[in-house]
């Protein structure tokens, strides 16, 4: 009778083993052994390592380098304007005529910014109002398109691309319906994405609350980025 104890083999990856441990014994309990005897119950035990995947070491680009590369990211944005008179309203970089706009330190763009937020999520860095403070001179007035830029650089820079893009635009006024395809497109060509990955939605808040007054405009944004 040949009995392994304990058997152990660990693939050489860099993946993290996981054991499980089984047990059998085949002997029946009754049987009595002399002390001396070479045979003796045995209870078995294999150990066999089941390969998951950790994290590489991270590469050391700059300090967005996000902690853990994962082929998936995934990142959540959200964003809140009030809408006040005498603003443009611009969505999407599109300057959507109405009564009034956002009242924001850059051009306010709501959409645009849970974007970069998504994306900055995604990445593991910290949000938009960290990177471009509001009481920086610097973003005074400026276009949402520089943040974008920033962001799909910081992308770009740790190994990833956007995988694809679900946006949800929530106002009560004015419909976004005439002005979807041009602000897909143009949200498209700063993120340097095909548009069938980018998906924008818009909805009211049904005339409840500072949304469904006209007197915000809010957005969510989820991304998914893939390692390149
Ligand atoms: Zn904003």
């Not at 070491?57 to 998936?72: A, C, R, V």
């Not at 809140?80 to 005529?97: A, D, K, M, S, T």
């Not at 004015?174 to 700063?190: F, G, M, R, Y």
């Amino acid at each position: 009778m040949t009995t392994t104890l304990y058997t152990c083999s660990f693939p050489r990856t860099s993946h993290k083993p996981q054991f499980h441990l089984s047990s059998s014994s085949s002997f029946p309990q009754n049987i009595k052994f002399p002390n001396n005897s070479p045979l003796k119950p045995t209870i078995s035990f294999s150990i066999s390592a089941v390969s998951t995947p950790i994290a590489e070491p991270s590469q050391s680009i700059s300090s967005s380098n996000p902690s853990k590369t994962l082929p998936f990211r995934v990142g959540h944005g959200f964003d809140l304007h009030r809408l006040e008179p005498n603003y443009p309203l611009i969505v999407g970089g599109i300057n959507i005529p109405h009564d009034r706009g956002c009242e924001a330190h850059s051009d306010g763009d709501v959409l645009l910014h849970c974007v970069v937020d998504a994306i900055l999520g995604a990445l593991g860095l910290p949000d938009i109002g960290q990177l471009f403070p509001d009481n920086d001179p610097k973003w005074k007035g400026a276009p949402s398109s520089v943040f974008i830029k920033e962001a799909v650089r910081l992308m770009d820079e740790a190994g990833y691309e956007l995988g694809n893009l679900d946006a949800t635009l929530i106002l009560q006024r004015p419909k976004v319906s005439p002005h979807k395809e041009a602000i897909k497109a143009n949200l498209s060509a700063l993120l340097g994405a095909d548009p069938s990955v980018v998906n924008l939605k818009a909805k009211t808040h049904e005339k409840v609350d500072s949304l469904g007054e006209n007197k915000s405009i809010a957005a969510h944004t989820v991304v998914l980025l893939m390692k390149k």
